[in-house]
């Protein structure tokens, strides 16, 4: 059975960082990956990378602010968060199982569509 489950969320001030890591079980994943949905907005794409690390995308509301990496030995994708803001007060999902191309438009990818599993969630507020 695979099961995706985050930590690490909390609440920090602006500017402060917060680091996510999501541990799967199961089976192994090629891509992974980290969306974000806010209260009454549609679930957004943050960041993803692939199995090697060599290939990595982000939101352009998060570059140069957040950072993905993933740890293949122990299954898990981490979210190193810097410079936080308050717009970045979201739950926070991981992501994996992509049915998706790299030549995905990802900063405008929303939803759930052409990802297999999904974590419960971690939440992340950012207070001004």
């Known amino acids: 059975q695979v099961q995706l489950v985050e930590s690490g969320g909390g609440l920090v001030q602006a500017g402060g960082s917060l680091r996510l890591s999501c541990a799967a079980s199961g089976r192994t994943f090629n891509t992974m990956g980290w969306f974000r949905q806010a209260p009454g907005k549609e679930r957004e794409f943050v960041a993803v990378?692939?199995?090697?690390?060599?290939?990595?995308y982000y939101a352009d509301s998060v570059k140069e602010r957040f950072t993905i990496s993933r740890d293949n030995a122990k299954n898990t994708v981490y979210l190193q968060m810097n410079s936080l803001k308050p717009e970045d007060t979201a739950v926070y999902y991981c992501a994996a199982g992509f049915r998706l191309p790299w030549t995905t438009n990802w900063d405008k990818l929303r939803g759930t569509y052409g990802i297999d599993y999904w974590g419960k969630g971690t939440l992340v507020t950012v207070s001004s």
């Open positions: 990378i692939s199995w090697s690390g060599g290939t990595v």
